[in-house]
């Protein structure tokens, strides 16, 4: 007979508590903030969704949300097939294997900071080892503090040194778990390159190009350290980002109520895109 | 299709090879009758899939040639070559339907739509996958998965060989039989040349029409599964097939007659020149009676194994065990009995080599 009794609440408490302390009640402050006006004091007064329908309806929250999905979009497109490309090109074996590995992580164990610090000097016009080049070698006038494509540009280059080998790591792992007789048999097969490419390789990269799409979306959703330190948000307003401008709105001008609002917003988008994604991507592996 | 020969063929996967040791093939020459059913049945790394590889254009072989029919082949990759190849795990392109799994290899050499329909709907009501062709191919069970290779290896006409390279390793005991039944079925009805790699005797022998035992790089013997089993040409044949193997037994030659613990074994006929050393007497279990006259050699009844349809006894004789496939009454343990050999089936070998011939012929 099966005995039935509460005690596995007791082996799941610990960890609700965890997460109750250090995701929840944070969480429930912020939405507490959201629905109220305060000026110090600890004195709060009502405000229902006053914030949220201020910040949905404000031009600058658009403005900042569009720059967000553009420098999502540009990174993922530019990282994606980049890395799968890097992936396909390293070796399979022999010593170059753990040389090339090694090579590809270099850039993601760097700080974000240190990134951030790192191509802001890269790129100064005058003593920059890149911005020096461009501007007084190949005479290509760049310098980002002025001119927002160059900003653009800098920081999607800079993403794309700094994570492309998650996007690189990920593929790989998914390449050599390919069995050799896949590629056996589509060489007996007659199969051209391409035709490896998209029935072997990129079916079984499937799983783990998910979860690489899946992560550089979220990190790229949130950046905030690396493109605060390189351009701080302009020139003007050109790279400030969601985050960017969150911070701004919350610790700059102190408005809690609608920062908190459009964090709430923030959080939902990422969240509501993750699931989307991820929903459209394993559809078909759970038809039987 | 094309009779497939190979012709001293030597393979290592050493760069530079010193000794014998070194290379995984030493020297093989091999006929292919064109439309045979073959296997190549030996243990686990003794260069079958080596030599597999090498006809199907995947290694390059260090030494020799390969000619299908009289065109030499020895350098062309694979997908030139016109041959199909079913492996050990089963090879299917995932985000295909089934019908576009077997079109794979028609439409990559680019025949018309009209020929390769013809071609898939035929392969599939022979592997009986019909139902299946609008199935994703990644939701099959491993046996269909493994029919939907077999079917890909079949669906060109043309092909000069299709090889096997151990194809039922993933498969369900039960569906193993199925399956090799089925394949014995194919190849009557395709009439293509089949080779069929494996380590396992009743897959082998059930399937080939002749089978090519390999040992440690080299063919020691290559005939029907009668042949094989009635005069191995080596003492390994005569351990790997058969079970249990052959009964090997150290004897001495004096004047053309066998002694084993120094009593005289009657052999099937002469034995070539055998000197002193390294002679043996090879007799199978199901050769070997319970003397009912008091004569033969004296043994020791050790165990005695009932497998159902007969019994296997092993006995010990002049420290050596020998087996023994009895039908009815057997010894117990224990007891003390004499085992004859039948002269027609009781063969010399020296140095692992079969060395007497049968009376008739001398």
Redesign the interface.
């Known amino acids: 007979m099966k005995t039935q009794n509460q005690r596995a609440w007791f082996f799941v408490l610990p960890v609700l508590l965890l997460v109750a302390f250090n995701a929840l009640i944070p969480m429930m402050t912020v939405v507490n903030y959201s629905v109220q006006e305060t000026f110090g004091d600890n004195l709060f007064f009502w405000e229902g969704l006053r914030w949220f329908q201020e910040v949905l309806q404000s031009e600058r929250f658009h403005n900042a949300l569009g720059r967000q999905f553009f420098f999502t979009f540009m990174i993922l497109i530019i990282e994606i097939p980049l890395g799968i490309a890097i992936a396909l090109s390293m070796p399979k074996k022999g010593p170059w294997v753990p040389v090339c590995l090694v090579l590809m992580a270099l850039p993601m164990l760097i700080p974000w900071n240190v990134v951030g610090a790192m191509w802001n000097i890269f790129t100064l016009p005058d003593i920059g080892l890149l911005g020096y080049f461009l501007n007084h070698t190949l005479g290509i006038s760049y310098d980002m503090t002025q001119d927002p494509v160059a900003a653009w540009v800098t920081i999607i280059v800079m993403d794309v040194w700094h994570w492309t080998s998650l996007v690189v790591l990920l593929s790989y792992a998914g390449l050599v778990s390919i069995p050799n007789a896949y590629y056996q048999a589509a060489e007996i097969d007659g199969a051209s390159n391409w035709a490896v490419f998209r029935f072997i390789q990129l079916p079984k990269m499937k799983t783990v190009l998910t979860i690489a799409i899946l992560l550089r979306f979220m990190d790229s959703f949130n950046i905030y350290t690396e493109p605060f330190v390189l351009t701080g948000g302009g020139p003007g307003n050109s790279t400030t980002l969601l985050s960017i401008d969150l911070v701004k709105i919350a610790l700059g001008q102190f408005d809690l109520g609608p920062a908190a609002a459009m964090s709430l917003i923030y959080f939902a988008i990422t969240l509501l895109t993750s699931w989307l994604f991820y929903t459209l991507m394993t559809k078909d592996d759970n038809k039987a | 299709m094309a009779q497939i020969t190979l012709s001293n063929l030597r393979h290592s996967y050493h760069s530079n090879p010193e000794s014998d040791a070194d290379y995984a093939l030493k020297k093989i020459d091999l006929t292919w009758e064109d439309g045979g059913a073959y296997a190549l049945l030996g243990p686990s790394g003794c260069g079958k899939s080596t030599l597999l590889?090498i006809i199907?254009g995947?290694l390059v072989p260090s030494e020799g040639k390969i000619l299908f029919g009289d065109q030499d082949v020895t350098s062309l990759?694979?997908?030139k070559r016109n041959?199909?190849?079913v492996?050990?795990?089963p090879?299917i392109?995932?985000?295909?339907t089934v019908y576009d799994n077997l079109a794979?290899?028609l439409r990559?050499?680019g025949r018309d739509e009209d020929i390769v329909k013809q071609r898939v709907t035929a392969i599939a009501e022979m592997l009986e996958v019909t139902d299946m062709l609008n199935t994703?191919a990644a939701?099959l069970s491993p046996d269909n998965k493994q029919k939907i290779?077999m079917g890909?290896g079949l669906v060109r006409q043309d092909v000069n060989v299709v090889m096997f390279d151990e194809p039922l390793t993933v498969i369900d005991p039960h569906l193993k039989w199925k399956l090799r039944s089925k394949l014995k079925e194919l190849h009557q009805r395709v009439k293509a040349t089949m080779i069929y790699v494996t380590h396992d005797q009743t897959e082998a022998l059930t399937f080939a029409d002749k089978v090519v035992v390999l040992q440690d790089g080299e063919i020691v013997q290559m005939g029907t599964p009668v042949e094989l089993f009635e005069r191995p040409a080596h003492t390994f044949v005569g351990h790997f097939i058969g079970s249990p193997g052959m009964n090997v037994l150290p004897c001495n030659v004096k004047g053309g007659a066998a002694f084993f613990g120094g009593e005289q074994v009657r052999l099937e006929g002469p034995a070539k020149d055998v000197a002193n050393g390294g002679a043996e007497v090879g007799i199978r279990p199901e050769f070997v009676s319970i003397a009912s006259n008091g004569q033969g050699v004296e043994a020791v009844v050790r165990k005695v194994a009932d497998v159902g349809r007969h019994k296997v006894v092993e006995a010990i004789a002049h420290d050596s065990r020998i087996h023994a496939i009895l039908e009815g009454e057997a010894p117990s343990a224990g007891e003390a009995v004499k085992l004859q050999f039948k002269q027609s089936q009781t063969r010399l070998y020296k140095d692992g080599w079969l060395a007497s011939s049968p009376e008739e012929a001398a």
């Open positions: 590889n199907s995947l990759p694979p997908a041959i199909a190849q492996f050990q795990f090879v392109y995932d985000t295909m794979f290899p990559n050499r994703r939701n290779s890909r």
